[in-house]
């Protein structure tokens, strides 16, 4: 027989609702996808992601966003590749 333990944690509401849809949409519950993630992680012996602060400053999320209005711009001009060397 399965030697089975409740988990009680607290999480921001919204989270939740946000996670509910998320593993519903997927064919989940909480309690599967949480399983999922502990037994990826032992399995791997380690957090089955990478954790990290690298986001991106203002200036790289500008020139991001310009980016994409430019490719986006029906009107953009195109050059060549000596073109733009020039």
């Known amino acids: 027989m399965n ?8 999480i921001d ?3 939740k609702k946000q996670a509910d849809t998320l593993f519903d949409n997927l064919g989940l519950n909480m309690t599967t996808a949480f ?3 502990l ?6 012996g380690r957090i089955p992601f990478e954790v990290t602060l690298d986001v991106p400053n203002s200036e790289t999320i500008a020139a ?5 209005q430019l490719e986006n711009d ?3 001009k195109t050059y ?7």
């Open 13 to 15: 509401t919204n989270l």
């Open 39 to 44: 037994r990826q992680s032992v399995r791997e």
């Open 80 to 86: 060549t590749v000596e073109e733009a060397l020039k």
């Open 74 to 76: 029906g009107n953009k």
């Open 64 to 68: 991001m966003l310009e980016a994409i």
């Open 3 to 10: 030697n089975i333990t409740s988990v009680s944690f607290r």
């Open 35 to 37: 399983n999922m993630f």
